[in-house]
């Protein structure tokens, strides 16, 4: 399969076992309705009793031989089906953990989460109800057919013919219309989930400006199209079905003037009339799983593009190269922006374009502009946290997709506008494995004496002021040992005390420091001003040069 490149699925020995265990379960069948058959007809021919009694502990023998085979072959196949879902959910993980949160310039929240569900879940098909059915049919069949030409060549050739009718005609004719029914099907259902989250997380607002109830009717109309995409994709399939059903009928029909025919002619000995149509009858009957492959085959190939789609992004920009921070020269340009653009998809202007800028090791930088102008765009960039869209990142010497990640991620200290916190203790959200006696001495510099260490923290942030909760994200800084800064407005809801306090403690422990922030304050801290206006760079300054031209404005 063309797509297995980026999703694994594995062909292990449980499905070979459940293959070759259902091949020989359906043997066991189709010889138990021969036998059956058989032995009805030597009970209309009045054979006595004795003579039939091999017949009968036979056929209850294989009853029974079927009902074991049949146990095995569900545990073998379902044990295949559970480890290939686990192990394409393991690699969806893996896939996503380096590419978050660039993967949302891309990818919608809600639609990734439905792949991530959905069309994970649809791949449980892909054994049981894509290649399981055809394989063990098929090769039934051809043993089937070559058994029956002992009894009646013509009746092996109508099986033959009937089972490639079942086997590749139908679904090869049926696979395409499935796919484009089953890709409205997904469109749809994409589109309802993301107008559900909207309406789920945006309720309170639209309860304040009373549009709940417009919203509400685009849900319900997202809903309605959703469930008439699922109607008709069931109508097609009965429709498909149908046909295949009145192919399987004209079949066992026709076998069954040609046996009459061919008795008539004495081509074919009477006794065995019962067990060729029986025969037939089971092997027809064994094919009714062949009615879904198309369907699911559609359904599994669509849900393997969509992960593949997710697992495939930023793929080829994954790096393993290390650099070492602290052997790069403060005359060679430690961070280096080369006519680098960030656009989101479908978004009309870049977030930031064009930017060109060169950091040195142990310099301090503040990026000043309006809300909307890329400071946090430009931070997020520096950080790894996206891939350009267009030009080139550089630490040292090499480019950041080049990089190990993690190995950079070690060197940087790191804040956000809105940090994560976690329900656990105060000591649990500092991430740190420092002891508490060093925990306890960075909370003591940060003012935040009255904060015991087994403090409860909640994830709603609802159990220490918002201040408290900027000291406490940066006091996880503090208690790392990392060379680089990049902050994005670490003083927000802090006073002007603490704000003072708070800027020299980041001056005094960060080595290379750039910081975005609206607070010209402190400004004159820095070495550098970087201005921003509409994502470009329109300023690069000293502090008393940007402070001269703000007086003069």
């Known amino acids: 399969m063309k797509l297995q490149q980026v999703i694994n699925i594995k062909w292990d020995k449980d499905i070979v076992m459940a293959i070759c265990i259902g091949v020989f379960g359906s043997l066991v069948a189709l010889s138990m309705f021969f036998l059956s058959g058989y032995m009805i007809t030597q009970s209309a021919l009045g054979a006595p009793l004795y003579a039939l009694m091999g017949l009968i502990v036979t056929v209850k023998l294989f009853g029974f031989i079927r009902a074991i085979t049949k146990y095995y072959e569900r545990l073998r196949s379902h044990r295949a089906t559970f480890t290939m879902l686990r192990d394409v959910r393991v690699q969806l993980y893996r896939a996503l953990i380096p590419i978050v949160p660039d993967v949302f310039r891309k990818f919608r929240s809600s639609d990734l989460l439905g792949r991530m569900v959905t069309q994970v879940e649809a791949l449980q098909n892909i054994y049981l109800r ?35 009718i079942a086997l590749f005609i139908l679904p090869a004719l049926r696979v395409k219309q499935a796919t484009r029914v089953r890709l409205h099907v997904n469109q749809t259902g994409a589109r309802w989930m993301h107008a559900y989250f909207d309406y789920i997380l945006g309720h309170d607002e639209l309860k304040r400006f009373k549009s709940d109830k417009k919203y509400n009717a685009q849900l319900m109309a997202s809903e309605a199209a959703f469930s008439q995409a699922e109607h008709l994709s069931q109508k097609s399939h009965l429709v498909y079905d149908y046909i295949r059903h009145l192919i399987s009928m004209a079949a066992l029909l026709g ?113 000043v502009g309006t809300s909307g102008s890329g400071k946090s765009t430009l931070l997020q960039l520096l950080m790894g946290l996206y891939t350009p869209s267009e030009g080139q990142i550089l630490i040292g010497d090499y ?147 940007f402070l001269a031209e703000k007086v003069h404005e």
């Open 255 to 367: 076998s069954i003037v040609l046996v009459v025919v061919m008795v008539e002619q004495q081509q074919v000995d009477i006794v065995y009339v019962t067990s060729i149509i029986l025969m037939i009858l089971t092997l027809l009957e064994q094919a009714v799983p062949m009615s879904q492959v198309a369907d699911y085959k559609s359904e599994t190939d669509l849900a393997q593009q969509s992960l593949s789609e997710v697992m495939g992004y930023r793929k080829s920009a994954v790096g393993k190269e290390q650099v070492e921070v602290h052997q790069i020269s403060h005359d060679a340009p430690l961070l280096t922006l080369k006519d680098v653009t960030l656009c989101y998809e479908h978004q009309q202007r870049p977030s930031v374009q064009h930017l060109n800028l060169h950091i040195h090791k142990g310099e301090h930088i503040a990026i």
């Open 130 to 164: 894509v290649y399981y059915p055809p394989i063990v049919i098929g090769i039934t069949t051809l043993i089937s057919a070559v058994t029956l030409v002992y009894f009646s060549w013509a009746h092996a050739v109508v099986l033959i013919i009937t089972i490639a």
């Open 399 to 545: 480019a950041l997709n080049d990089l190990d990640m993690i190995h950079y991620y070690q060197q940087l200290n790191t804040m956000l506008q809105q940090p994560h916190f976690y329900d656990d203790t105060v000591y649990g959200n500092l991430l740190t494995n420092a002891s508490t006696t060093q925990c306890r001495t960075v909370l003591d510099q940060l003012h935040l004496q009255h904060i015991a260490l087994d403090r409860l923290v909640t994830f709603n942030r609802n159990t220490l002021s918002g201040g408290e909760f900027q000291r406490l994200a940066l006091a996880r800084l503090m208690l790392r040992e990392a060379s680089i800064w990049l902050l994005d407005e670490p003083t927000t809801a802090l006073d002007i005390e603490n704000t003072k306090d708070v800027m020299r403690q980041i001056h005094q422990q960060a080595e290379t420091l750039v910081v975005a922030t609206h607070d010209v304050q402190y400004l004159a801290q820095f070495d550098r001003i970087i201005q921003m206006k509409e994502g470009k760079v329109i300023g690069d300054m000293t502090p008393e040069q």
